[in-house]
């Protein structure tokens, strides 16, 4: 699954939330190395076969129960449930069940004051709808999960995902929308399908999602071997984000893009209202990623292995992990 963004969903009466230990308050749980999906564009770095990136046993149902015990001691309010493609994962409803039982220590600032309680995580569920069904909807609706899926192109979907469940998608979404789930249409924009973004965006709002989460394609993963026809010029980008800030105006829904831009590509000139852009990366600062078989990474793109989830406490000292702290600090000092 591609790029989690969390600041559309942060409550309105709060100012900061923040996790009681050092880790970032959101996780993205890689639940398993399988997915039903062959995307062109997949950044999964098992999916790079140039790569030494090696898939291990994957957790158990009982020890994925265990990463959210510990990730709820330790603070961790949000738990996004990804891929490969979670709903593929054996036991997927009950880890979930598991997550929506347990309560996690929130810390926010309200009114410039620090307030603490226990609280049920928030929940989100991304997949690309293939094993979608009435069951997971009833789920979400049940647990208040956030809902994304993916449509990276309507005509050029099976193009880029070797797979024919467009309408599906926009089925589901509709489903999600009568049984009043929010949701997110997460869409990956390549070389191929920005022609048809102003069409694939607003099918996807139409059928019933609520926002946008857009990422450029970036190599990594499966998308390593196509880049160069995947890959987006300059201009592509800027095409990019004034399309999806029409259509959001149009109907006045919000969205960000997920994988940061730098400043000089997004021109001085443009004053983008319903589209919120990030500049810094923000992996091991906003979340980080546990993978299929529990080992930790700074993000779903990056191909380095941290410890496992057993022995946590030592990420605060891994070198790879101190250099994206570092870095923040630094670029924030500047
Ligand atoms: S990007 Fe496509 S192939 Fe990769 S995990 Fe997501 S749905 Fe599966």
Not at 88 to 95: C, L, R, S, Y
Not at 270 to 284: D, F, P, V
Request: net charge neutral; glycine share 4%.
């Amino acid at each position: 699954m591609e790029y989690f963004k969390l600041h559309l969903y942060m409550p309105q009466n709060s100012t900061s939330i923040l996790a009681p230990s050092f880790l970032p308050a959101t996780v993205v749980f890689e639940m398993t190395y399988r997915c039903n999906h062959s995307c062109l564009f997949c950044s999964c770095p098992w999916e790079n076969e140039n790569d030494s990136f090696k898939k291990q046993k994957e957790l158990s149902v009982e020890e994925w129960k265990n990463v959210i015990s510990v990730l709820c001691k330790m603070g961790i309010m949000n738990f996004a449930f990804s891929g490969g493609e979670p709903l593929m994962k054996e036991g997927i409803i009950e880890i979930i069940e598991y997550a929506a039982s347990c309560k996690s220590e929130h810390i926010e600032t309200v009114n410039n004051t620090l307030v603490s309680e226990f609280k049920t995580p928030k929940l989100f569920l991304l997949s690309n709808g293939l094993l979608m069904n009435a069951e997971i909807i009833a789920l979400c609706k049940k647990h208040d999960i956030h809902l994304s899926m993916s449509l990276p192109g309507f005509d050029t979907f099976e193009q880029h995902t070797l797979r024919k469940n467009r309408e599906q998608v926009l089925h589901w979404f509709t489903e999600a929308k009568k049984a009043g789930l929010s949701t997110t249409v997460n869409v990956t924009v390549t070389r191929k399908n920005l022609h048809e973004l102003y069409e694939t965006i607003s099918m996807a709002l139409l059928a019933g999602a609520d926002s946008l989460l857009m990422n450029r394609f970036l190599p990594g993963g499966r998308g390593i071997k196509y880049a160069k026809e995947l890959m987006l010029e300059k201009k592509d980008v800027v095409e990019m984000l004034d399309i999806a800030e029409e259509v959001l105006q149009t109907a006045n829904r919000k969205g960000s893009v997920g994988t940061e831009l730098p400043k000089c590509i997004i021109p001085e000139d443009r004053n983008y209202k319903q589209l919120s852009i990030g500049t810094r990366c923000s992996a091991a600062i906003e979340f980080f990623v546990v993978g299929p078989s529990g080992y930790i990474r700074t993000c779903n793109h990056s191909p380095i292995e941290m410890n496992h989830y057993t022995e946590i406490e030592k990420i605060k000292d891994h070198p790879y992990w101190k250099k994206f702290i570092i870095e923040r600090v630094q670029t924030n000092n500047v």
